[in-house]
């Protein structure tokens, strides 16, 4: 068992905090304890690692502004508390994050917008841009179209979806108890903490059911299974405590504190098995020699200029086989351009993507990442 904890190697990392650590006992927004996950998030930048958060706690601000003392049960009043209070919420980190030098996005995504291959390539992209440009993305779920969050806590899981599609080496979950126990610390005394386990045992599952506190809805369950996600694309993921003073600064230096779920499969074969779950294959685009060579061999994106001819009608996001002129499939990925701007495109160099079509989505085909060799 290694000494050091997985964050202090991890160079792309997801941090989820829930509603209770950012706000005020469920009342309004705790401005102090955003401005604290500012500093640390800016320490870890500093350290030169990439941070994506995950926050929730539009809901609580919203009901601040508003004015409402109790919750209320209607879900369409919880996400109009929503809506306005994710503008605080905006706000609030944008302030915090601007007192350390750093600039910020938001992001507001649904579950769905990840499983349509479209959304999921665009989302990639722009999040792929953001952390190129040392913005720190901060993502919520988009409660005006959704509800997953509002009902199930499930911010756990969006937070999981985005390890998958940023491909981060870890997920840190950090919540408001210190990490997975062997029991309900609650009733059994004899509960243990759990410091680490392998992320998709079955086992954790069944003790991890049901606890959670009013506020942080999601409990434990939703913890696991979101590591047993994150794992898919090769992240660890840690459960660990939001209260723990600097909590993200002692895990990014190698501290362990808290539940370190580890992704037991190989990054790669995590990979392509994520992958595969996109795998409907919609066309095929026949490369050259010289593509065929740079995929197969070195460890190249497909770029339009090696294609030779389209076959098939597909959309952008759509799956598509890469075959050599003798027709041997070599590699299958997502593609960035639909069947007939490919065709448009197919022979060019990528710099003449955007006079041909009148915008350029990426200067690659099928980029390294989104491919899989046959
Ligand atoms: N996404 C919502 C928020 O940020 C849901 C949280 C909740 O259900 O309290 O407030």
Wanted: proline share 3%.
């Amino acid at each position: 068992m290694s000494a050091t904890g997985v964050v202090a190697a991890a160079r792309r990392v997801v941090v989820k905090v829930g509603s209770g650590l950012v706000t005020a006992d469920g009342r309004g927004l705790d401005l102090e304890a955003i401005a604290r996950w500012a500093r640390q998030v800016a320490v870890l930048h500093g350290l030169g690692k990439q941070v994506l958060l995950v926050s929730s706690g539009a809901i609580a601000a919203g009901m601040q502004r508003l004015g409402w003392r109790t919750r209320p049960h209607q879900i369409h009043e919880l996400q109009a508390a929503a809506a306005v209070g994710q503008m605080g919420l905006a706000q609030a980190y944008e302030t915090s994050f601007g007192a350390q030098g750093l600039r910020t996005a938001q992001i507001l995504l649904t579950h769905a917008d990840l499983a349509d291959r479209e959304r999921y390539l665009n989302a990639r992209s722009t999040l792929a841009a953001l952390l190129q440009l040392n913005v720190v993305p901060v993502i919520n779920e988009n409660d005006t179209v959704v509800t997953d969050e509002i009902k199930f806590g499930d911010n756990d899981t969006l937070a999981a979806l985005v390890t998958n599609l940023v491909e981060a080496d870890v997920l840190v979950i950090l919540t408001d108890q210190r990490g997975l126990f062997s029991a309900d610390p609650r009733r059994d005394p004899a509960a243990t903490l759990i410091e680490r386990a392998q992320a998709g045992d079955p086992h954790l599952e069944t003790i991890a059911g049901g606890a959670g506190s009013a506020i942080a809805r999601g409990g434990m369950i939703t913890k696991v299974r979101a590591a047993k996600r994150a794992a898919r694309s090769g992240a660890h993921t840690v459960i660990a405590s939001g209260r723990e003073p600097d909590v993200l600064v002692r895990l990014a230096r190698g501290e362990r504190i808290g539940t370190e779920l580890i992704a037991s499969v190989p990054v790669l074969a995590a990979r392509k098995q994520w992958l595969a779950d996109h795998l409907q294959l919609k066309g095929r685009v026949v490369i050259d020699a010289g593509a065929a060579r740079a995929l197969r061999a070195e460890g190249k994106s497909l770029l339009p200029i090696g294609v030779l001819e389209v076959q098939g009608e597909f959309a952008r996001g759509d799956v598509v086989a890469c075959v050599d002129p003798e027709g041997h499939e070599v590699a299958r990925g997502l593609v960035n351009y639909s069947s007939a701007e490919t065709r448009l495109i197919a022979r060019r160099p990528s710099s003449e993507i955007e006079t041909v079509l009148g915008f350029i989505e990426e200067p690659e085909l099928i980029h390294r990442d989104n491919m899989v060799l046959s």
